[in-house]
C-alpha cells in the first residue's frame, strides 16, 4: 500500500512537467500596420495652411466691411469667434484623420486621407474666392463701380 501510495505521489508531481513539452505555444500576434507619422503631419499641415489662408482672408475682407455669409460665425464675427470657430473645427478634422489613420483597414485610411484631401482643396478655395472677392468689394465700396 505505501508503495502504491509513493508511485501515486511521484506520478502526480512528475506528470505535468513531463507534459509541458507537448502544449501548444500561443499564436504569434499578426503585426500591425504601424501608424505613419509622417503622412499625418503633412497632411495636417497642407490643411493648417489652407485654414490659415481662408481665415486671414475671411479676416481682411472682413476689415474692409464686407460681411460674412456661414452662419455660424454672423455676419460680422469678432477674431475671437471667428478664430475659435476655426480653432474648434481644425481639431475636429485632425482627430478624425488621427482615427482614421490607425485603423487597421487601408480602405478607411484611404478615405479619410481623400475627405482630407477635399478638405484641403475647399479651404484653399475659399480662401482665394476670399481675395478676389475682397479685390472687387474693395473696387465697389471706393467707387470704381457706379
Do not use: C
Request: net charge positive; aromatic share 8%.
Amino acid at each position: 500500500m505505501k508503495l502504491a501510495l509513493k508511485l501515486a505521489t511521484v506520478a502526480l508531481l512528475f506528470t505535468p512537467g513531463l507534459r509541458a513539452n507537448e502544449i501548444e505555444a500561443p499564436p504569434k500576434p499578426v503585426a500591425q500596420r504601424p501608424f505613419r507619422p509622417k503622412i499625418y503631419l503633412g497632411e495636417l499641415g497642407l490643411l493648417a495652411g489652407s485654414r490659415t489662408l481662408d481665415g486671414i482672408s475671411t479676416r481682411n475682407a472682413l476689415n474692409q466691411g464686407a460681411p460674412e455669409r456661414n452662419w455660424l460665425y454672423g455676419a460680422h464675427p469678432s477674431i475671437a469667434r471667428q478664430s475659435s470657430t476655426q480653432a474648434a473645427f481644425f481639431a475636429l478634422d485632425a482627430g478624425a484623420l488621427l482615427l482614421t489613420e490607425h485603423s487597421h483597414h487601408r480602405a478607411i485610411r484611404w478615405l479619410g486621407r481623400a475627405f482630407m484631401a477635399g478638405e484641403t482643396a475647399r479651404e484653399t478655395q475659399l480662401g482665394l474666392m476670399n481675395l478676389h472677392n475682397a479685390t472687387l468689394w474693395r473696387r465697389y465700396v471706393k467707387g470704381g463701380h457706379k
